[in-house]
């Protein structure tokens, strides 16, 4: 059985960084496609960006693009969402999710196995 746990989040100002980390067992998730969603309060869960299992092309949400980073730590089975220059938009819970498939998709509904979030909050 899959399980993914995300951690690493928190409170930050505008302009900070955080790095999230999703670990991931049950099953190797190495070369499967790891995608990074968000739900902020009163919206829907959005994708923020996805590490394919091809090379792991990487691919992200415009508003996070040039801010945001997809790392995999395969020794670690561990795959890590950086988040630098912040801001109070990007607040929300942030998942992890996969399909134990090589492609990256946008849509939730194409990932079955999900983390149970981490609360980030960017406030001043």
């Known amino acids: 059985q899959v399980q993914l746990v995300e951690s690493g989040g928190g409170l930050a100002q505008p302009g900070e960084s955080l790095r999230l980390s999703c670990a991931h067992s049950?099953?190797?998730?190495?070369?499967?496609?790891i995608g990074w969603f968000r739900q902020a309060p009163g919206k829907k869960r959005e994708a923020v960006l996805c590490i394919s299992g091809v090379n792991d092309n990487t691919y992200y949400q415009n508003s996070v693009r040039g801010r945001f980073t997809g790392l995999r730590d395969i020794a670690k089975r561990t795959v890590y969402l950086e988040m630098n220059n912040l801001k109070p938009e990007d607040t929300g819970v942030y998942y992890c999710a996969t399909d134990r498939t090589f492609s990256c998709s946008a849509y939730e509904r194409d990932f079955r196995y999900w983390g149970q979030g981490t609360q980030v909050t960017v406030s001043s």
């Open positions: 049950g099953f190797s998730l190495d070369h499967y496609a």
